[in-house]
Structures are given as structure tokens and as C-alpha cells.
């Protein structure tokens, strides 16, 4: 009997597995019914392209580092983008498994959550053919017919017993990625910082199954001894690179006008100075000090 080859369908399959702006463009819309919509600041690349990018080196494994720090502002996209990587990353390899971990259990399974409806959508099974096992009712825990699998934790609870990734394998099988690891009405406290710097270090750091599996931080700055700043410090184990995405750059242009304009973003840093070092240009210093207007002084 011969093979009958829908080469509409390969086309637009290879199309999407090739492209990750393509593949969010689609899936966004047919799962939100809203357009993704690429950013357009002046003067600037899109975040969107550049996030694109370092998630597209990833899948690659072209780089010569372990992990990634993504510093971006709130409400940039970010969680939708990380998430949109992750079902990306099974029209590529079946076989991936993921641990994605938030500030709580609860927003962790939220993004999930997102990723399952992707994934189950008849379009994406259409596509790719990724089957999820029948007994995978759960959103913050699910696994494919082949043996990858999602699960959700929050930064501050036991990831005993989970693992990201695939031993001896020279290809990409998965990531460990730490989104928003901690509130920021909490990040002022030493023990919840403390709490939260601990669990990295003695959980979910060990629970790569691969020499090769990445580990993605992608979240705001929130406080200058956060987890972000012990990740470049150098005194972690793992070698990672930073990517500081800031909403104004020097010449006074916003990374994201169609969300915050550069209006928006003047008068934020003029009324809340401390903010918008911290959570928009990624820079943050101590509360109460160094900032000041030179129009004091006068």
C-alpha cells in the first residue's frame, strides 16, 4: 500500500518546528484567540526577537554555558514566552522533560497549565503527533506517550524525586527553568531571600539528569542580593550568561511602547525611582540610598 504524504501538512509542521516566532504566532492565537504581537520599539530589537533567539540557541546547544539570566521587566511576556518554549521544545524531541518552577506552586501550575493546552489542541497533535499519556489528567504534572514530562514547583518547596532532562545525551532533552522565583512584596525579607537561595542550591541545582541540560532564570530584578545577582556573582557552580533586557534605554527608548511607553516609563522613574531601577531597568540598589534628585541639592 502506498504511503500517502500530506506535504501541506510537512510544510507547515517544518515551518513552525523552525521558527519559533512562527510557532508562537499560531499557537497564541489559536489559544487565546488573540494575536502575538511582535514588539516594535525604536531604535531597538524587539524583545520578542531576542528572547526568540537565546530560546532558539538553546533548543541548538549553541552556546558554551550552562545557564541563562533573562532580566526583564513585568508584564513584558515573559512567562507566555518561556512557556511557549517549552512546547516548542517537544515538536523537536518527544522524549524532553521539564521542571518549571515560579515563586508559588500555584502560579507555576498556571503556566503549565498553559503549556497542556497547547499541546493537546488538535492542531498541535495535527502537526506533530506528540500524544500525552491518558493517565495525565494533571495540569502542573504531565507526561508524553514516550516518557518526557512537565511538572510545577514553587522556589520555595521540595522537588524531591523530579528530574530535567536525559543522561548521556548530546542533544537538547529538557531544562530546568526558574521563572519569578520570589514574590515582590517578600524580597525585602533576609529569610524568604535566604529560603529561597537555599532550595536553589541544595534541590533544584541537583536535579539536572544531564551534563548539558540548561537551567533558564528569566524574571525581574527585585533586590540587589536576589537570586539573580548570587547566579552572576560567579560563586554558583554552574557558568551562566546574562541577558538584561531594559524597558528605557540610554537614548530614552522603551523596549516595549505597544505595553509601556517611554512617557509611562520617565514618570515611573521620576515618582517610584526605586522600581524602576530595580524592576524595569534591572538594576537595582538599596532601598533608601543612592537615589536621589541633584534638584535637592540646590
Known sequence: MAVVIDFEKEELAAKLRGSYIEFCKVFFKLVTNRDF????PL???SHHIQLARIFTEIIRQQNDYRGIV????PGYGKSVMVSMLVAWSYTHYAD???IYTSYSQELAAKHTSFIKTIMTSAHYQYLFGVELKKDSKAKDNFQTSIGGGVRAFGTGGAITGQDAG???LDRFSGAIIIDDPIKPDEVHSDTIRATVLKNY?????QRARGHNVPFVFIGQRLHEDDLAAYLLSGNDTITWKPYVLK????CGNALYPEVMPAEDLLQMQDKSPYVFASQMQQDPIPAGGALYNPDDLI
Not at 504581537?37 to 516594535?40: E, G
Not at 542550591?201 to 541545582?205: A, H
Open 37 to 40: 504581537i511582535v514588539s516594535a
Open 43 to 45: 531604535s531597538r530589537e
Open 70 to 73: 533573562i532580566n526583564i521587566p
Open 96 to 98: 524532553c522533560n521539564f
Open 166 to 168: 536525559l543522561p548521556n
Open 201 to 205: 542550591q541544595e534541590t533544584i541545582r
Open 247 to 250: 524597558a528605557l534605554d540610554p
